[in-house]
């Protein structure tokens, strides 16, 4: 299948259990308020994604009581085929949450965008087919979150996370924006590193092309469904209705130039362009399973940080693309924004 040659994990269903960390004892309650957020930068999309997204905001225990405090915000990116509320599952929220926070790490915003398509996902990638998700991140959110709940309002303050399709957003986005984020953590990012080759279903090609409308795709499978998302996000094409994208496979052919843009997306090729803006960062996170069909790009990627001096944290940990994902984020991912950004009444690094 095409998707697995651009490293993009299968699971056996859309939802997937995960393993949850231990209740933590006396861990207090966080809120959590589901809103829309209208992003502009999705407007006119030409797959007729919304551009109203569904935001879910977790607010750290006392928040409503400290009416003059302000908090630090981290920014989680779902994966492919599920959003934000499969992913609050996932990762046992609010749960991990509380116990978290009950555990020491300071307190800090959650933010958990929507990013789900048509094709289910998003590739949090800039395109006239699904919109500009990118900017949908890092500038429409961000501006809306700092002017409706009380931040603190700078990148020294701001972490970008996320899991598999999420952590690829987490990558890229971190990759341009070191003006907007602090800190970044990646969690099994996928999509690092097309491949130049890999086998070609003429049947798949037969039955996406067959289709007439994005909507008749929700009939497909998951490996053909991400094929249309990735084309809709890395290859658009506005003069190609009704899906409007080009496939990376025509009349059982490979094509070339299709693929170099989707190798233009891939991180391992954009980092020599971007490492100057990966070092401005305050703290720079990576991980991934041992039994992850991703981990070789995620090595791959920690030894391109380190070939240009990068200071991160890599770790290869105990299990599966997804079965230790909430225990991460519980006891890594947290701590280690509450360790990385900056909170009121610190000073900023750099």
């Known amino acids: 299948m095409l998707l697995l040659g ?35 930068s999705i407007e006119g999309s030409l797959e007729g994604d919304s551009a109203d997204r569904d935001v879910v905001v977790i607010l750290p225990p006392g928040y409503a009581a400290a009416r003059h405090r302000r908090y630090p915000v981290v920014y989680a990116l779902h994966g492919y ?23 020491g790490i300071k307190p800090m915003i959650l933010v958990l965008p929507d990013s789900k398509t048509v094709h289910n996902g998003s590739m949090y990638s800039r395109s006239v087919t699904t919109g500009d998700f990118e900017t949908f991140i890092a500038r429409d959110l961000v501006r809306y979150i700092d002017d409706h709940y009380r931040t603190v309002p700078t990148r020294e303050s701001r972490g970008l996370a996320g899991h598999s399709m999420g952590g690829y957003g987490t ?27 890999f086998a070609v279903d003429q049947a798949v090609e037969a039955k996406l092309r067959a289709l007439r409308s994005p909507g008749e795709a929700a009939t497909l499978g998951w490996g053909e469904r991400a094929q249309l998302a990735s084309a809709a996000a890395w290859s658009p094409n ?27 997306n891939a991180p391992l090729a954009m980092i020599d362009q971007y490492a100057g803006n990966l070092r401005r960062y305050r703290g720079i996170g990576l991980d991934v399973g041992d039994q992850d069909g991703l981990k070789d790009d995620a090595v791959k990627l920690h ?13 290869i940990y105990p299990g599966t693309h997804t079965s230790n994902v909430a225990l991460r984020i519980q006891n890594q991912v947290l701590p280690f924004f509450s360790e990385t950004l900056v909170f009121p009444g610190e000073k900023s690094g750099r």
């Open 6 to 40: 651009l490293g993009l994990s299968t699971p056996g269903a859309a939802q997937v259990g995960t393993n949850a960390p231990p209740v933590v004892a006396g861990a207090k309650p966080v809120t959590i308020e589901r809103i829309k957020v209208h992003a502009p």
């Open 303 to 315: 030894e391109a940080l380190d070939r240009y001096g990068i200071a991160h944290r890599f770790a």
């Open 81 to 103: 085929s599920i959003g934000a509320e499969q992913w609050m599952t996932e990762i046992h929220v609010p749960q991990t949450v509380e116990g978290a926070f009950a555990q």
């Open 171 to 197: 990558t890229r986005i971190g990759m341009k924006y070191p003006d907007v984020f602090g800190a970044i953590y990646m969690l099994s990012p996928c999509c690092l590193s097309p491949r130049e080759t």
């Open 238 to 264: 506005p003069k190609a209705p009704p899906l409007f994208l080009d496939l990376p496979v025509k009349d059982g052919k490979v094509q070339p130039d299709v693929l170099a843009r989707w190798t233009a």
